[in-house]
């Protein structure tokens, strides 16, 4: 990215910025939501609620099997590749030196 390339996307440096923290926010909450322990913790307290009569059979099975499912998949979830955003937020807001002459990247 040259200077001038640089001086003209700074405006939208806000907006870069801005979807860097909501890709990284959303992939903590995946993170969190899809913890083993979390699904477990959950897991837990929906026996609770059934066995407190607060919720039927169907609306548990239901739960159930689709907090099982979460268990199930790490593997495939590990295996997806990482959101890609456009920028890092450093890199969005740096400014490239010109390389020295003869030195190879």
Known sequence: MGIVT???LLPLA???????????LLEEARRQ???????QAR?????RALD????????????EDRLLT????????SARPAV?????APAA?????PREPGRAR
Do not use: K, Q
Request: proline share 5%.
């Open 6 to 8: 640089g001086l003209l």
């Open 14 to 24: 806000p907006v870069r910025g801005t979807a860097w923290i909501a890709d990284h």
């Open 33 to 39: 939501y899809h913890d083993p322990r979390a699904v």
């Open 43 to 47: 897991l837990s307290a929906l026996n």
């Open 52 to 63: 407190a009569g607060e919720i039927d059979e169907d609306t548990f099975e239901r739960e």
């Open 70 to 77: 979460l268990l199930e998949r790490p593997a495939r979830r």
């Open 84 to 88: 890609r955003t456009t920028a890092t």
């Open 93 to 97: 807001l740096a400014v490239r030196t």
